[in-house]
């Protein structure tokens, strides 16, 4: 089959899978597009004034939705230095609390398929919080073809036989393949080479650093770049979302 026949049945495919909702601007500055993708309520917020250097996939936590890009004070920040520096950040619903269920991966690819289409770039980053980082590194790991330049994830999420047992039935109820999601038992091989960032807390109780963050360096910090940033206070602090240094890490390891 012709390569162009291809291209066209791809940019097909993605027009199908997407439905445009709604667009705004505050005026900010940023554009805010509501749409449907995948089946799943969906935002994208960027600068129309700067260059699109590449799409950010954000990965929401528990309790949360698309429209986490704009929940408080710190993430518009954050979202704000990253569409300043020229990235489109784009966040799904996913199947809300589906815990990394293959579902909501296969949500969040199919929005960085759309994203990456609608921008025209070839630059895919996925940035995290929480239970979020639990599809975030699955596609990492099972899904080349995205070939994200990296992953930074704040109060990260990583492994799944340490969940509080006050959340230990919801996550059997929307992930029933805990065996095959949970980070911690993926191959170590699976990961070769990634870059991953991690904002995290020694005070954080709620997802302790020693049995996500720091465990899962040591299982994979032979074979992928894997640093911890450390910041302070109890899970998803304000000082986690290091909008700065997200930006920074990003721009270093894909440089413009």
């Not at 089946?39 to 528990?62: A, M, P, Q």
Request: charged share 20%; hydrophobic share 45%; aromatic share 6%.
């Amino acid at each position: 089959m012709r390569v162009d026949r291809i291209i066209g049945i791809a940019m097909a495919m993605v027009a199908l899978a997407t439905a445009t909702v709604g667009c705004s601007s505050s005026g900010d500055g940023l554009t805010r597009v509501r749409a449907v993708v995948a089946g799943e309520n969906t935002l994208s917020i960027w600068n129309d004034t700067i260059t699109t250097r590449g799409v950010v996939v954000y990965f929401h936590g528990l309790d949360r939705d698309e429209t986490i890009l704009e929940m408080d004070e710190s993430h518009r920040e954050l979202i704000r230095r990253l569409t300043d520096a020229g990235y489109a950040v784009v966040a799904s619903r996913a199947g809300g609390n589906a815990y990394g269920n293959r579902e909501s991966q296969d949500d969040y690819a199919e929005l960085a398929v759309t994203a990456v289409a609608d921008h025209r770039v070839s630059d895919v980053f996925f940035l995290a919080e929480s239970m979020g980082t639990v599809a975030a590194v699955n596609l990492m790991a099972k899904r080349p073809d995205l070939r994200p330049r990296g992953l930074a994830a704040i109060g990260p999420a990583l492994n799944l036989a340490a969940v509080a047992d006050d959340y230990r039935s919801s996550l059997l109820g929307a992930n029933p393949d805990v065996s095959e999601t949970d980070p911690m038992r993926l191959p170590v091989e699976s990961l070769a080479g990634q870059k991953v960032r991690f904002y995290a807390s020694p005070d954080d109780v709620l997802v302790p650093t020693a049995s996500n963050a720091d465990a899962f360096r040591a299982r994979f910090g032979s074979v992928a770049d894997v640093s911890i940033v450390e910041c302070s206070g109890r899970h998803l602090n304000s000082s986690c979302v290091n909008g700065e240094d997200v930006v920074s890490w990003f721009s270093m390891i894909a440089p413009w």
